[in-house]
Structures are given as C-alpha cells and as structure tokens.
C-alpha cells in the first residue's frame, strides 16, 4: 500500500461526491465496510475526533455507491447491509436513486 500522504474530512468528501453527509458517516461508522486504512479517526483534542478518508477510500466508497444506485432493489439491500440505524436507512429508502 502506497504511503497516505493526505486525507478528506468526511464532509469535504460528501461535498464532492453530492452525497448526504449522515449517509456517509452511517457507512464508515463501522470501519470493516472500507479496507483497512482507508478510514481515518483525526483526533482534535482528548475526547474529539473527525473521521477522514483516504484517497483510495473516497474511490472505493464512491465505486460502492455507485453500484448500489444501479437498481432500487440493490440500493434497498445496500442500505440494510450498511445503515444501522432504522429511521435513517427508511429516509435514504424514500429517495430514488441516482
């Protein structure tokens, strides 16, 4: 693996890829759905942290978005295999993929 030499804020990232921030933070919450290392904890003091990517995880995160936007049913299966959180993956449901 290359040497990480940068990293995007996770808001930063959903600003790029026109995606909704909740949406990315529920996917990266658990570190397993991207390779490890892709995923960054940036700690800005004792009890404060922001979660960052690197490039090649802002790359394997849009790839996994992308296929899972092919078909309403692929996003449906996406979204129960990567947001825990009920009311969130009902919202994101609601929505049509793009």
Same mark, same amino acid.
């Given at each position: 693996?290359?040497?990480?030499? $940068? /990293? $995007? +804020?996770?808001?930063? /990232? ?13 996917? /990266? ?11 960054? $904890? /940036?700690? +800005? ?5 922001? +979660?960052?990517? @690197? ?6 995160? $849009? ?7 092919? +078909? @309403? ?26």
């Amino acid at each position: 693996m290359a040497t990480v030499t $940068s /990293v $995007s +804020t996770l808001d930063y /990232v959903a600003t790029m890829l026109g995606e909704d921030l909740e949406l990315l933070e529920a996917i /990266v919450a658990n570190h397993d759905n991207l390779t490890y290392g892709n995923i960054i $904890s /940036v700690y +800005t003091g004792p009890d404060q942290a922001i +979660t960052a990517l @690197t490039d090649h995880g802002i790359d394997e995160l $849009s790839d996994m978005l992308s296929d899972a936007r092919l +078909t @309403t049913r692929a996003w449906h299966d996406f979204l129960a295999d990567f947001v825990d959180d009920p009311e969130l993956a009902a919202r994101f449901k609601a929505q049509a993929p793009r």
